[in-house]
């Protein structure tokens, strides 16, 4: 679906769009202290994000991938997933979108809840998050890999 300024895409993702996601998200992990992405040791699943999630979109901008999301089916759940968006694309409603992409399709596989985990130190994400009806849980988890990642827990119970 190309957008009214002619140069930005949100479309489903191909595997070929991989260096791009890898970028896209090593760059955003940049941003906080003590993220770190080895894709090959811990998300081998990124060389291949249309083939490995049941569905995988990319937000495109003048050919870079400058954004995306996921989500994996599991009824009568939807698990939210790989939500990123380049800072310069932050601000403008575009995390929004691509959460509301994740939310169109689960709704459209007849799914009644959408749960996500977000890093801790995903502050900004949160509050989207939050502001589109995601209730954070009071548990986290411990992923006990390269960035000590620990994670909230999301959750929002769709229309039915």
Same mark, same amino acid.
């Given at each position: 679906?190309?957008?009214?300024?002619?140069?930005?895409?949100?479309?489903?993702?191909?595997?070929?769009?991989?260096?791009?996601?890898?970028?896209?998200?090593?760059?955003?992990?940049?941003?906080?202290?003590?993220?770190?992405?080895?894709?090959?040791?811990?998300?081998?699943?990124?060389?291949?994000?249309?083939?490995?999630?049941?569905?995988?979109?990319?937000?495109?901008?003048?050919?870079?991938?400058? =954004?995306?999301?996921?989500?994996?089916?599991?009824?009568? *759940? %939807? @698990?939210?997933?790989?939500?990123? !968006?380049? $800072?310069?694309?932050? =601000?403008?409603?575009?995390?929004?979108?691509?959460?509301? *992409? %994740? @939310?169109?399709?689960?709704?459209? !596989?007849? $799914?009644?809840?959408?749960?996500?985990?977000?890093?801790?130190?995903?502050?900004?994400?949160?509050?989207?998050?939050?502001?589109?009806?995601?209730?954070?849980?009071?548990?986290?988890?411990?992923?006990?890999?390269?960035?000590?990642?620990?994670?909230?827990?999301?959750?929002?119970?769709?229309?039915?």
């Amino acid at each position: 679906m190309e957008m009214p300024d002619g140069r930005t895409a949100l479309r489903v993702a191909r595997d070929e769009d991989s260096a791009g996601v890898i970028a896209l998200i090593a760059a955003v992990f940049d941003e906080y202290d003590g993220c770190v992405l080895d894709v090959d040791l811990e998300e081998p699943e990124l060389r291949a994000p249309a083939s490995t999630y049941d569905r995988f979109w990319v937000l495109e901008d003048c050919g870079n991938i400058v =954004g995306c999301s996921a989500c994996s089916v599991r009824p009568p *759940l %939807v @698990e939210m997933k790989k939500i990123y !968006l380049a $800072a310069s694309h932050r =601000g403008q409603g575009w995390g929004r979108r691509l959460i509301e *992409l %994740v @939310e169109q399709e689960a709704r459209s !596989l007849g $799914a009644l809840r959408i749960e996500a985990w977000s890093d801790t130190r995903f502050v900004t994400a949160h509050a989207v998050y939050e502001k589109m009806g995601y209730k954070r849980g009071s548990h986290t988890r411990f992923l006990h890999d390269l960035s000590h990642t620990e994670e909230f827990f999301f959750a929002k119970n769709l229309d039915a």
